[in-house]
């Protein structure tokens, strides 16, 4: 995916040329050399957030009376590929703009856009999604976190693990069951409400410059106007929001997947073994060659997804396939890429290394590879019906 590559996906039009140049400088200028720092540092500043607001690349599509720019979904494509293109797994971009503010889109109301949402778009407020529960992640339906209405108002409580965006959010949607109900609902929570805690930063494999954390909430009381959407209709809501979620995680990994592909050619084109070039070995030759056409399978199963999406199509099964597909795929290159790489493979200095296991993640976010086969196997059935 070099740039005439990119340029020649039918999907993007002329009009999207200059801001992948744009945001490609701005991610390379204001991101790339500070990121291993902020690896040191367990979390990116805000200010870097505050920086990618003002160049437009927090929530595009954002309607314009939101503050947003009311552009296509591919101004959002284009940021997830450059910045997994560089590497640069620590801005928590994608989950804010991607996932929180598409809650608050398609299932807020008047108040909670107008209210948010040109926070959001600016980077001022910085958004998270709370699912997740040491007892519940595949399986919501062992949520544990509770709210009870109180008043005019709702009172929560319970604990949520593995948020991304954990130690830097202003604003949580947060999924609870009502007190006498089975059934999930969704919150808007502040970070600043009684009640709330920040547990620690979770020490991870990788994505070591993003916060992932722990949440507590001990009886945080928020009005009536925070529930998002209906009561009970929250699983309606994930569902919905998760396909988008996959699609996203899908595109991101096909393009760390083409990084790792790009660093792993540069790098064997100029080391030698045995008075050769690694690149002249037929091994590397056929690995490179079969990673290559896998590459151009995922850009192609990819770009449809991103398609259907456009045009309102995308379901919750074709969505599955390509997060399944395209990020076991992308396991495959960063292990082949890591092996020719030899020593210098396993060492943090080489992209390679840091790909390795920043990518592992992708086959367990926003629903392990087996749950896909889960929603796709449903479909196979489903459809006979
Ligand atoms: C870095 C990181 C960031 C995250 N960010 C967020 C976030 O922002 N918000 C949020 O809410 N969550 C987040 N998560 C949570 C993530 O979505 C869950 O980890 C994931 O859904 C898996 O849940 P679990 O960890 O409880 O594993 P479990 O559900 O306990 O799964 C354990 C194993 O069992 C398998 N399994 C489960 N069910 C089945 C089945 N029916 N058939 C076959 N195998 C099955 C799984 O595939 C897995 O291999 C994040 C996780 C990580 C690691």
Known sequence: MDDSTTQTREIFGDEHAEVRTQTRRFIAERIAPF???????????????????????LCPTVPEQYGGLG?????????????????????????HSEMVTPYLVNFGTEEQ??????????GEVIGAVAMSEPSAGSDLRGMRTRAVRKGDGYVISGQKVFISNGQLADLFVVAAKLEDSDKISLFLVESDRPGFARGRALDKLGVHAQDTSELFF??????????????????????????????????????????????????????????QYLSELQNTRFTLASIRAELEAGQALVDRQISRYLAGELDETTAAMAKLW???????????????????????????????????????????????????ARGIWDARR
């Open 35 to 57: 990121h291993e720092q902020w690896e040191k540092d367990g979390r990116v500043p805000r200010s870097i957030w505050q920086e990618a607001g003002e160049l437009g690349m």
């Open 71 to 95: 552009v296509d979904f591919l101004y959002s494509v284009i940021v997830m590929e450059e910045l997994s293109l560089a590497h640069t797994t620590g801005p928590g971009f994608v989950v």
């Open 113 to 122: 856009k107008s209210h948010w949402l040109p926070r959001m778009v600016t």
């Open 218 to 275: 001990d009886q945080v009381t928020v009005p009536r106007e925070n529930i998002l959407g209906e009561e009970d209709a929250g699983l309606r809501y994930l569902r919905a929001g998760l396909a988008r979620e996959r699609l996203t995680i899908a595109i991101s990994s096909q393009a760390r997947a083409e990084a790792i592909f790009r660093d792993t050619v540069s790098y064997v084109t100029g080391r030698k073994v045995f008075e």
């Open 326 to 376: 395209v990020t076991e795929m992308q396991g495959r290159t960063a292990d082949a890429c890591l092996q020719l790489h030899g020593g210098w493979g396993y060492m943090r200095e080489y992209s390679v290394a840091r790909a390795f296991v920043d990518s592992r993640v992708d086959r367990i976010t926003g629903g392990t590879s087996e749950i896909m086969k889960e929603i796709i």
